[in-house]
């Protein structure tokens, strides 16, 4: 009985080894399958492919570029002379480029909300707020400093080309509106500051009449020029690459999306076949552990039960 239990014992735990799968019995699975798991990724590939071309409409990017102007340049330029007075204001005027400045007011929702009302898309597209029209042309243009030339660049990407290289350059032509406010009311204060000085600088006593002469006419000239800054409409903005209606589109990406495509339907298969695998082999040690519970108890011994 004893040799016999022993031979039982054995047996029992040889066909679990044997049943236990292992990394060689899980790489024979995938060969045996090698068929389906090349030929969904294969049929997936294709299938993005076709959607991608007939039923994605394609989309072109335009680009324009510009010199960011310098700070308060067209009021800068104004003011020139080596009176006392443009000495006192002339290290505040002028000033080297600023393109985190400019990027900054071409990021900002009033020049969005001037796009908007100069398209008209709260016309063109009724059943979306201005909210939503401002947060596509947020996240759908992007404005960015050329680091190595020192450019600002501003890109757009639409179905229709057009409108693409259109929107890129009305970016411009706001912005160089809303500067020209800016100047403007900072030449109004500038003036408002120069009359203030002149008043005080044609009451006040001087022992030199020349100085007194030199320093009015100054004041007088300067007020002048800012009253005349005020008046400008926009400021000059050098733009390099003026937009065009591009020809060649650039999306969808074709093999971008084919790749991901075939690369999920492989994750996927070689999941499903390891599974069904594991699955196939617990199923197999169920109905082989009912076997050996059928031979003990034709030999006396108690069952084990499934764990």
């Known amino acids: ?28 699975t995938l ?31 335009a680009m324009t570029n510009f010199i960011p102007p310098a700070q308060n340049s067209s009021s800068a330029s104004l003011v020139t002379g080596g009176s ?31 796009i908007i009302e100069r398209f008209e898309l709260t016309k063109k597209n009724p059943n979306q707020s201005i909210t939503s029209l401002n947060n596509y042309l947020k996240g759908s243009v992007e404005i960015l400093e050329n680091k190595r030339t ?15 290289a259109d929107v890129v350059n009305a970016y411009v032509e706001e912005l160089s509106k809303l500067l020209g406010l800016i100047s403007a009311d900072e030449a109004r204060e500038r003036r408002e500051f120069l009359e203030i000085q002149l008043v005080e600088a ?3 006593p001087y022992r030199n009449p020349a100085l007194r002469e030199v320093i009015i006419s100054g004041l007088l000239r300067e007020s002048e020029l800012s009253r005349m800054a005020e008046r400008q409409v926009a400021q000059k903005i050098t733009q390099i690459d003026v937009a065009k209606p591009p020809e060649m589109r650039s999306g969808p990406k074709h093999t971008k999306r084919v790749v991901i495509a075939a690369s999920t339907g492989l994750c996927l298969v070689v999941v499903a076949v390891i599974a069904r695998f594991f699955l196939q082999n617990s199923i197999k040690n169920a109905e082989t552990n ?4 059928r031979v003990r108890r034709a030999f006396g011994f108690r069952s084990k039960s499934n764990s």
């Open 1 to 28: 009985m004893n040799e016999t239990s022993k031979s039982t014992e054995i047996q029992t735990r040889t066909d679990t080894e044997q049943s236990d799968p292992g990394l060689l019995d899980i790489l024979v």
């Open 31 to 61: 060969s045996e399958s090698i068929k389906i798991i090349l030929l969904l990724p294969m049929l997936l590939g294709f299938a993005s492919y076709i959607y991608s071309v007939f039923y994605i409409p394609p989309v072109f990017s």
């Open 84 to 114: 006392p007075a443009a000495m006192l204001i002339g290290n505040v005027l002028g000033g080297p480029a600023m393109p985190g400045r400019h990027i900054a007011y071409l990021n900002s929702d009033l020049l969005r909300a001037r």
């Open 150 to 164: 020192g450019l600002v660049e501003i890109h757009f990407t639409h179905e229709d080309p057009r409108f693409a």
């Open 202 to 204: 044609m009451s006040k």
């Open 290 to 293: 009912k076997k050996l519970n």
